[in-house]
Nanobody
Framework: QVQLDESGGGLVQAGGSLRLSCAASGRTISRYHMGWFRQAPGKEREFVADITWIGGSTYYADSVKGRFTISRDNAKNTVYLQMNSLKPEDTAVYYC??????????????WGKGTLVTVSS
């Protein structure tokens, strides 16, 4: 009974920035950890970043560390992914993810439908 709605994807040149948003459907989601995964064409889905519901502790994949920033606004039931210094290899469908337990292998329980990020060279 949790819906996650991503937005903010689009086409951007290498070196540019995008900010993704993920809005949850209800207040209960505020107790969940939230994060982002991505899946590039022909590749498996991979972990990008997550943030805990209490304390706001963040964790990043090595591939995005220093370039991406995950944050949350509990009052808005929204998690953000600020993506800077984008590279063509960042091109993927980005999925919002949420659940009561951190899982970075196959993701947490709830998923958004995805938003496409295309980085041109």
């Amino acid at each position: 009974q949790v819906q996650l709605d991503e937005s903010g994807g689009g086409l951007v040149q290498a070196g540019g920035s995008l900010r993704l948003s993920c809005a949850a459907s209800g207040r209960t989601i505020s107790r969940y950890h939230m994060g982002w995964f991505r899946q590039a064409p022909g590749k498996e889905r991979e972990f990008v970043a997550d943030i805990t519901w209490i304390g706001g502790s963040t964790y990043y994949a090595d591939s995005v560390k220093g370039r991406f920033t995950i944050s949350r606004d509990n009052a808005k039931n929204t998690v953000y992914l600020q993506m800077n210094s984008l590279k063509p290899e960042d091109t993927a469908v980005y999925y919002c993810n949420a659940g009561p337990r951190i899982r970075r292998d196959q993701g947490m329980d709830y998923w958004g439908k995805g938003t496409l990020v295309t980085v041109s060279s």
